[in-house]
């Protein structure tokens, strides 16, 4: 179970945008209760991910490229008020991050795949590659 501790825990996530100093947003914080629901749903999410199969992943790996593309503007143009970075540095981050889902997606499978490995007189070893 998670145990937050600190007197700065239920402050505020204040985001600023380091080029220009301004505040642009701010979130509040999450109290323990909400904290430990929201990480077991993460753990769970991740226990239904990790027995998906590799195509089902690869699949979702193009659904986030798309989504990246389809936000392109909003999300570019949060990076460059979160990072500081120029708009154009930050769409082309978007970019970089869509094409290599899509990369990902096409190639992972064939990472994943097992491997047969040789072992002279004692047979064949299997190896092979499993989420975490």
Known sequence: ??????ASFLSPFIS??????????EYPAHDAAELQQRLSLCANAQARQAASSTEHRAQQLVCLAELLEAHR???ALLISR????????AEAE??????????????????L????VDMNSAGQAEVHYRPI
């Open 1 to 6: 179970m998670f145990e937050p501790s600190g």
């Open 16 to 25: 600023t945008n380091p080029a220009t100093g301004q505040r642009f947003a």
């Open 73 to 75: 503007a909003s999300l």
């Open 82 to 89: 979160e990072m500081g970075k120029l708009l154009h540095e």
């Open 94 to 111: 978007v970019d970089k991050s869509a094409r290599l889902c899509r990369e990902f997606a096409a190639l992972g499978p064939g990472w």
């Open 113 to 116: 795949t097992p491997e047969y």
